[in-house]
């Protein structure tokens, strides 16, 4: 499936619309009274190109979460045919409920859209509405949250592969709301893989080695160098996705890595962590709690942070970068949970050379304009005020130079060894016949286990 760009006379309306009207007021959905202003840039307003990656198209949308039905912090990963599912559920801060439609594409192992029709890999209808929306309760930042459950009776992926969930407005799929990636496997080859120390005598106590054989049992590859390939993750981490690995030698069914370079990742630092579920009171790193009042929402400033490039290595048990949505008081439910704007300081001495920013799945595990922190003389740190909704979230800091794309993990947080990171291996096949890149096999390792 090409990518699609917008006509010229779609986009013309648009650039009079901006001569005329202050950029802090264009758009169709601006934010409500209670949340903070977002910046007025193209990368929010102007019509946006539809990318296979996780991404927010609206400036209204918060929390979108995608996970396997039953548990919050589990992978977007299923089975081809299984019964698991996914859930995606997201807000829109905009007080207006609108008719939002969802699809899903098939994309090649490096995420391209494949030339595949819908209904080749799709069955039933190749496109649905979502469930209507539904309005938040007892929360001084109202909101419209949409839940949509998938496979179901409406559409099942027909093909395994890599995936993208896309939701846009009404029947036009060129006025996104979001994308996210989610993956659909068949186990037909076995993954041998473990965490290991590197050769590299330097990073021995920082990083971590992927150590991996793959076996192709029964599928017919003809040419393992150039129809298997594998991929990397660490903690999901899809701005970090290495490919490319190469088998050092083949040994009858089995591809042999051993020691690939693309398996070694810094083992950075565990991830720091804030408690926001219950607003009346502050835990251990929440230093107050200010009421919302009337309009103004609730407002938490956490405990300064402390930079850990010196520090030894402590055990200090997280959720890999994830976060889960709670209010205690409505047992959980998403509909109750308020938003919050929280208070991030990071003290330096002096500003850094690279960008800062707060990271994790807060922020989709990129480095956003919403997340990244300013440096303050007065206070001699790095700050941040970023809307956030209730519950339990891991987060980092990490920083990128301007020429990069892929975030330094260890600069402010340190790396060592013993940090306990989990790994997703991906195996896929590419058939001649079906015209498309299989998943057929994957593997989760943790780098403790």
């Not at 009404?170 to 893989?193: H, N, Q």
């Not at 040419?223 to 690995?245: C, E, K, S, Y």
């Not at 003389?377 to 005020?385: G, H, I």
Request: charged letters at 20%.
């Amino acid at each position: 499936m090409p990518m699609s760009f917008l006509p010229s006379k779609a986009i013309a309306p648009t650039l009079v619309l901006l001569a005329f009207v202050p950029l802090t007021s264009c758009g169709s959905y601006p934010p409500t009274a209670a949340a903070p202003p977002k910046p007025s840039g193209p990368e929010y307003w102007s019509p946006q190109v539809f990318a296979t990656e996780d991404r927010t198209y609206s400036p209204t949308i918060h929390t979108v979460q995608l996970y396997k039905e039953g548990f919050e912090l589990a992978a977007p990963v299923i089975e081809l045919g299984g019964t698991d599912a996914l859930v995606l559920r997201f807000d829109d801060l905009q007080p207006n409920v609108e008719n939002l439609s969802y699809t899903l594409v098939h994309c090649t192992h490096d995420w391209v859209p494949t030339d595949l029709l819908p209904g080749q890999y799709l069955e039933g209808a190749y496109n649905a509405y979502l469930p209507a929306g539904r309005t938040s309760y007892n929360t001084l930042q109202p909101f419209i949250h949409y839940e949509l459950v998938v496979p179901n009776a409406d559409m099942r992926p027909m093909r395994s592969g890599n995936y993208i969930l896309k939701v846009y407005r009404g029947g036009d799929e060129e006025d996104l709301v979001l994308t996210r990636r989610f993956l659909v496997f068949e186990p037909r080859t076995s993954i041998d893989a473990r965490i290991v120390g590197t050769r590299q005598v330097d990073l021995r106590d920082a990083a971590q080695q992927l150590d991996l054989v793959v076996n192709t049992n029964n599928l017919a590859v003809q040419d393992p160098f150039g129809d298997i390939h594998v991929a990397l993750l660490q903690n999901m981490r899809w701005a970090d996705l290495r490919t490319g690995l190469r088998p050092r030698f083949v040994r009858g069914s089995e591809l042999v890595y051993d020691f690939p370079p693309e398996g070694m990742f810094m083992g950075g630092n565990e991830y720091r962590n804030f408690d926001l579920k219950n607003l009346r009171y502050a835990t251990q790193r929440v230093e107050r709690i200010v009421p919302g009042v009337g309009e103004r929402i609730y407002e938490a400033w956490l405990y300064p942070e402390e930079r850990r490039t010196i520090r030894r290595y402590n055990n200090q048990r997280d959720l890999n970068g994830r976060y889960l949505v709670r209010n205690d008081q409505v047992d959980g439910d998403p509909l109750g949970a308020d938003y919050v704007n929280v208070h991030f300081k990071l003290p330096m001495p002096a500003p850094m050379n690279s960008e800062v920013y707060v990271y994790g799945g807060l922020s989709d595990f990129q480095c956003k304009k919403d997340f990244r922190m300013n440096y303050s003389v007065e206070d001699t740190a790095y700050t941040a005020s970023i809307l956030l909704k209730q519950g339990f979230y891991d987060f980092s800091f990490v920083t990128l130079s301007r020429n990069d794309t892929t975030p330094d993990i260890t600069e402010i947080e340190g790396s060592h060894f013993q940090t306990e990171n989990e790994y997703l291996v991906m195996v896929y096949f590419t058939d001649r016949m079906q015209r498309c890149d299989r998943l057929v096999g994957v593997r989760f390792v943790n780098s403790q286990h």
